[in-house]
């Protein structure tokens, strides 16, 4: 099995049946194959960010499947999805989200505990992902301690923290000026390429899409 994502004839409105009904995406068909790195461009309010919600099993679709790694994820129960989340995919957004009372390591840490990590193992690692993106220096900082380029790189090492097979990002680096944003999106790329997991990366900035290994654009709810 070559594809880790498979989104086929995907759906989704608002207010689905009722007066007013507000149509998302419209027959949505997308695969990401290992190792492959997938722009996602799209005009605002186009869907895709409901596109990445869905993908990412956040949101279900009201037609059409998705499936990961060969496996239809509509087959499995509530608790069953939440573990394929868990284990399979990694997420990192505009904002970091990161939790401010935590630092740095332990934001990695975290999420590693949760899915059955021992403590020395799960410290190791987030010391290691933090090395490898230049923050040997930071792992005892908290969030607001950071820079925003800082924080960001912390949030894509969460990301990676559980060894993903996919990472799904929407406008990672969004909300950083042109010159860090540069910078930040080279050290995703970098560690993307190295752990050769595949990513399906939501943006608009066109200089970052074309460093990518495909582009796809989204357009009124259909893929173009």
Do not use: W
């Amino acid at each position: 099995m070559n594809e880790v994502l498979a989104l086929s004839g995907i759906e989704k409105g608002y207010k689905r049946g009722l007066p007013g009904e507000v149509v998302v995406l419209r027959g949505v068909s997308l695969s990401i194959a290992r190792g492959e790195v997938v722009a996602l461009v799209a005009p605002s309010g186009a869907g895709k960010s409901t596109l990445l919600h869905i993908a990412g099993l956040l949101d279900a679709p009201d037609a059409g499947t998705v499936r990961l790694i060969g496996q239809d994820m509509a087959d499995l129960a509530d608790a069953r999805r939440t573990e394929a989340r868990r284990r399979t995919l990694g997420f990192v957004y505009q904002f970091h989200h990161l939790l401010p009372e935590f630092t740095a390591a332990e934001n990695i840490i975290l999420p590693q505990l949760a899915n059955g990590v021992a403590k020395a193992a799960a410290r190791a690692r987030a010391e290691a992902l933090l090395a490898r993106v230049g923050l040997a220096d930071r792992t005892a900082h908290r969030p607001a301690e950071l820079s925003g380029g800082e924080q960001q790189r912390v949030a894509f090492c969460r990301a990676l923290a559980n060894g993903p097979a996919l990472l799904l990002a929407d406008e990672p680096t969004g909300n950083l000026d042109p010159a860090t944003s540069d910078q930040v999106f080279a050290v995703l790329m970098d560690l993307v390429r190295e752990t050769g997991l595949s990513a399906l990366i939501a943006t608009h900035n066109m200089a970052l899409a074309a460093r990518m290994d495909r582009v796809v654009r989204l357009e009124r709810g259909r893929v173009v």
